[in-house]
């Protein structure tokens, strides 16, 4: 059976017992390196409010590859710990990465409003706006 397949039947095993973290940390044993492993067992440890894990594996599905679910993820988990600059960093450099994807600027501008900054959320929204006319 594939990883991510493997994954999925443990999130759900986890949404309908609770309690995910011994099969996360059995499951992740099998398959350690594979970002998607990393980014959904992240995710249910965010859903847990275990930040610190959810923190560590999404930084690990990012460095496998990149991807905006686990960028979102990460930045999320910073803004629950109330670090935000670290979440907006976390935003910037998906931008900096895919500075021709519009939905790193959605993102950025859903975190920007967010946090109060609802001129600077507009000109990303326009800049995402932007991006979709010419790609």
């Known amino acids: 059976m594939g990883?991510?397949?493997?994954?999925?039947?443990?999130?759900?095993?986890t949404r309908?017992?609770?309690?995910?973290?011994?099969?996360s940390d059995k499951a992740r044993r099998f398959v350690p390196e594979n970002h998607h492993c990393n980014?959904?067992?992240?995710?249910v440890y965010l859903k847990?409010?275990?930040?610190?894990?959810?923190?560590?594996l999404l930084i690990e599905s990012l460095r496998a590859r990149e991807s905006d679910?686990?960028?979102?993820?990460?930045?999320?988990?910073?803004?629950?710990?109330?670090?935000?600059?670290?979440?907006?960093?976390t935003h910037l450099d998906g931008i900096k990465l895919r500075p021709?994807?519009?939905?790193?600027?959605e993102s950025y501008a859903a975190f920007l409003s967010y946090v109060g900054r609802e001129v600077e959320a507009d000109e990303m929204n326009q800049k995402a706006k932007d991006l979709q006319r010419v790609n």
């Open 48 to 56: 847990q409010k275990q930040y610190n894990k959810a923190e560590s």
């Open 3 to 13: 990883a991510v397949v493997e994954s999925w039947i443990v999130l759900l095993q």
């Open 16 to 23: 309908t017992t609770g309690s995910g973290t011994e099969v």
């Open 100 to 105: 021709k994807k519009s939905e790193v600027y």
């Open 39 to 43: 980014f959904l067992f992240g995710y």
């Open 69 to 89: 679910s686990a960028r979102n993820a990460l930045a999320w988990a910073y803004i629950e710990q109330g670090k935000i600059q670290k979440a907006e960093k």
